[in-house]
């Protein structure tokens, strides 16, 4: 802003702007996102900018298009009774996904459009705006849901949700090697909730996860 001071200079003053909110900067973040990927079916983030805990899908599908909120499909439903059986309610944790576009292609046979699974390419491409979006959010605990979401935060793309799943990673293991996790809060890797759909046996697993995860949301005063 300028002022004039008595001798009649114009001084510069500090802006009486209130300070941008994490909310501003998150939508700063996605104008940049759908500029890049204009061409796409995108969803944004969704939920509490003070969250502590936020949740990171693999990237949206149909569903979510259309009503342009992560995990509003049938994943997602599953992704609730999960988070009910440890009394974490999605009003108050924030939902992403690590690729915001539908990751789609076409049938040959039908000639419809189908999901296909994310390329390295893609998460890697991807993965600026997810540690941006970590970044603005500032949450305590950051609980991937599948092999993609694992991948775009640690950077690296070979570690396997089989291998990591149930274990906390420490925000401190990254330091100094981008291969490894380089975001500022502890990572807790889960399956994704729609593999438990297609895979029946997976959700004995699931739940001890989520008790240990309980058990971390305890220790961090979230639950
Ligand atoms: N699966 C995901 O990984 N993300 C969504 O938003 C929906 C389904």
Redesign the pocket.
Known sequence: MTMRSEDGRATETASLKAPETKADRLMALYNMYLDEYRDRET?MGFGNADASVILI?????R??VKLSK????A??KKLDKFLDTIGLDRDTVF?T?AIKYRLSCVSPESGRKKNRPAESREIEANRKYLIKEIDIIKPLITVT??N??LRAVTGNMKITIGEAHGKIFSSSDGEGDRNKVCILSDVFPLY???GVIYNQSLEKVYLEDLEILKKILALKNIL
């Not at 899908?57 to 599908?61: K, L, M, S």
């Open positions: 969803v899908g693999e990237a949206p599908g569903d979510e992560p995990f509003s499909g994943a997602g939902i996904n849901l599948g993609v979401p994704h909730p729609a």
